[in-house]
């Protein structure tokens, strides 16, 4: 199926890679970091919308769609990642992470500051999580490959096991039908879940321009975390989305995206 025109496909290996949206404009380019078990792809549609205004490049993380795999899944890993994207595109970006993307959204501006212009961080702050979601791998690695023809087969095997109307279809839209595959590292993913839920031990402050975009119905950005927050990212402003939950730029995608916009703008 050919690409959507003015969006590209970029297979750089071993660098991440890139759906990119749009030209280069004089505005910087947004980088967009998904979270886990997603793509770059999840996000077409958001990507495509603010392209209109800079050219927008999505990724995949390591251990995730066409991306290489790894044994390690470590949030300084995954901002090595992503600076050695920007690095190749030749000048800082704003970047934009929804939850373990926004991890490791983090994790890079605080490490490379010099690379990142605006940071967004999409429902998560910068601190260890008790929930896990090794269920999913398991539910995920329970799905008899074999007999999936077309992704709604998979889709009707998760929901034995899953109980949420939204995340088999979400899952899914990682499976490799043809190839009877999950471009999900999955075991690694699952080895890994510990580094995922924590944030890792960082030292120093990203001074640039950073918004904590939430979801006002979601438990992940809490304001008791604000204070530890602040110390990291001195000049950060938080802002809900009414109604939204934790995936907001699905639940509320107009929302979200002005949202967006009108941070990237702002004098």
Do not use: C
Request: net charge negative; glycine share 6%; hydrophobic share 45%.
């Amino acid at each position: 199926m050919p690409l959507a025109r003015r969006e590209r496909l970029y297979y750089l290996s071993p660098m991440l890679n890139q759906i990119v949206h749009g030209e280069p404009t004089a505005q910087p380019a947004l980088l967009i970091v998904h979270g886990l078990y997603g793509s770059g792809r999840n996000w077409g549609v958001i990507a495509k919308r603010l392209s209109d205004e800079r050219q927008v490049i999505a990724v995949d993380q390591r251990n995730h769609g066409h991306s290489p795999w790894h044994d390690s899944h470590s949030y300084e890993d995954m901002a090595e990642d992503l600076a050695a994207v920007i690095r190749a595109h030749g000048s800082a970006m704003d970047v934009l992470g929804h939850s373990m993307g926004g991890k490791a959204a983090m994790v890079l501006a605080l490490k490379y500051p010099d690379l990142v212009n605006r940071l967004i961080v999409a429902d998560i702050a910068p601190v260890s999580y008790q929930h896990s979601q090794v269920q999913y791998v398991d539910a995920m690695q329970s799905v008899d490959l074999s007999t999936v023809v077309k992704r709604s087969d998979a889709e009707a095997q998760l929901r034995a096991v899953i109980d949420d109307p939204i995340l088999p279809t979400f899952f899914t839209q990682s499976l490799d039908i043809p190839g009877k595959a999950w471009r999900l590292n999955l075991d690694v993913l699952h080895a890994e879940m510990a580094k995922v839920l924590s944030f890792p031990d960082v030292a120093g402050e990203f001074a640039g321009k950073t918004l904590f975009l939430a979801g006002a119905l979601s438990e992940y950005v809490k304001r008791e975390d604000r204070d530890r927050t602040k110390g990291f990212f001195p000049n950060a402003q938080f802002a809900k989305i009414p109604g939204a939950g934790h995936w907001l730029h699905a639940e509320k995608p107009r929302e979200f995206e002005a949202a967006v916009r009108s941070y990237l703008n702002m004098a």
